[in-house]
């Protein structure tokens, strides 16, 4: 999230803190009734406070926290962490800037006041999730949010998310410190932008915002391009929203030094800030999860926000003036880094979707320990002084370094498996903990050098499909293994093995292409590689509006496309597929998708094996978890009309070719109207859609391997 740099007056303005006056919306530009009216020396005046900056805060924390409740009006309620980009910019900005023109800048005081304004608030959240974590977490779950603790303790935690995946999924509703990917993003500008104003403060003012604006420039037309190639990578990297940032700071720059009393029109700012105002308010209501996001979408949202910031005394900064905004946006910074783990924490705990009126609670919570957190925590550490600035920078270093250690305790014991022991076990012995080095992905298109070892004398067999056949692929290895066959894992997400067919996915734009690039590199592999007898075969071949297959070279929406279509779509592309690789001589074996379950049933293990987990529980709900029926489901709920559409085109098309072996997971999972899940000891999925080692060998048990490799 942002800055929030409420400091942003700097060494001038320390003294208004005394005076109940946040310098977050104090700057160095008097708006009276025009645009951008100017600044000339750091009057009183133009110092004073600007209200309608906080308001603006509350509007883009309200968005956020809407969102993340999962409001069905407020679909584009994520945008509003770029408001807080835009504000960032702008303020900082306006403080460096001024402070240089005065020759007053010291790049250490610039440091003190950012580690005063964000890092003490910051603390209180990442030990309250360390302390949740020793207390309620399964030891998995303990390492993931140790390693995420280190990376926000460094700065770096945008980058851990980038690898983790798109912010959108279902799966980081479950950490509870994604949030602070902005928080990340902000601190990187910190180190970065002072340093770039000091190399360019000899610059006439319309040179330095030449290059601010060129440097815009480049990073909007990298978040442009980036956005269809590599969206994870666009959303949380720090090139790719410098722009936003930026947008702010020319402002800044374009202010400083305007007549303060020149001739303005008060109708034109009043259009200049409705505009900007509802700029906003459409990409808020308008914009929907899953978009591609930033880009070019978020050209509105930022062009708002800089109208806002830039139409001081206008009608909709006036509307922003209301007590109640401002006081929401006093308390923004605390907000935002409280209600985020408040909901993650209880969607770990509570294995289906929150109540409203848990929700509500939580929020409530948020909002009280906001409060607390600003007038105990924020405005003390903000509002205190030090004579020795060295000094404090390291002592917040080593505050630091303290919580990148204990993150980096839990990541490396692997969650401190001593509190749970039995757990832990069943989560190492399920596969849960291992790395996929094979699995190929977008920002990783290169398999590692044991996924395809080079021949031998005994024969191979291959794995080709998506994270669903890497599911299975310990287990494959292992029967391979016993069988005296080398096992080749070609895998890659969201890549089914098939040819002529590609699935679409509305998160992922370019992956049409590139999987149909990754499948024919596959065949062309495979066709030189005459010891590989047998091609394993399985993938996601579910239908949803996120994901149908289409064929290669489809451009457009597949969304709307009927489940009957996407089945035929991929029919026809495993079809080619198997048919390619018969022809090379290979013996191919295909399994079915396995029954998609509504939970995860290792959070319902976790629940039961961590008896403080099921008390907290039980605090939110007011009620246990009736887990009696959790170690199966019926079979209808796990098993779709789609799913069941794609099973029939399987078996015609095991039908078409005598040679090919068809596995049907149902047929080890499901029996008398209802598919396992767990059976005590084990449990048989990894997640909702994944199989666990538990599972998968359950599933390949059934695979005759004599009668396979039979001539």
Known sequence: MSEYSRDVVGDLTDSLDSKSMDESASVSVTHRSGLSEGLRTPTDRQKRYRPDIDGLRAIA????????????????????????????????????YREMRQGTFRISRFYERRFKRILPALF???AFCLVCAYLILSPLEARRLGGTAAATALSLSNFVFNKQGNYFVAFAEQNPLLMTWSLAVEEQFYFVFPLLMIALVRLRKKYLFAVLAGICVFSLAVSIRSE??????????????AWELGAGALLAIWEAGRLEHRRTYKWLVNLSSLTGLLLILACVFYYRRGMRFPGYEAVPLVLGSVLILASGGGFANRILSTKPLVGIGLISYSLYLWHWPLLSFARILIPAPLPPVLIGKLMAFAFAAAVASYYLVERPFRSRTYKHTGRVLLSYGAVVCCFALCGGVFYVTGGLPIRARELGEMEKLAGLTGHSPCLVTADSPSLSPGCAPPASSSDSIALLGDSHAEAVASALRHFASINGLQTLDLTRTNCPPIRGTSRWVALLPTNVDSCAQFNKAVL???GHRNDVRFVFITGNFGSSPNGNFVPDGFKGDASHMSARESALNLERGLDAEITALESDGKRVILMDDVPILSFDPFRVARYNELPIRRWV???????ALDNSQMNTVPQPEAITSAAQLTSMRLSSLAASHPLLTLIDPKASLCKDGRCKVADGTSVYYADNQHLSLFGSRLVLSQLDWAALKAP
């Open 61 to 96: 924390v309200l968005s956020v926290i809407g969102f993340h409740c999962g409001v069905p009006w407020l679909g584009g309620g994520f945008v509003g962490v770029d408001i807080f980009f835009v504000i960032s910019g702008y303020l900082i900005c306006s403080l460096i």
């Open 124 to 126: 209180v959240v990442l």
């Open 228 to 241: 269809f190639r590599r969206p994870e990578w666009n959303f949380y990297m720090p090139v790719t929203r």
């Open 524 to 526: 062309d592999y495979l």
């Open 617 to 623: 529980t039980k605090l939110l709900l007011g009620n």
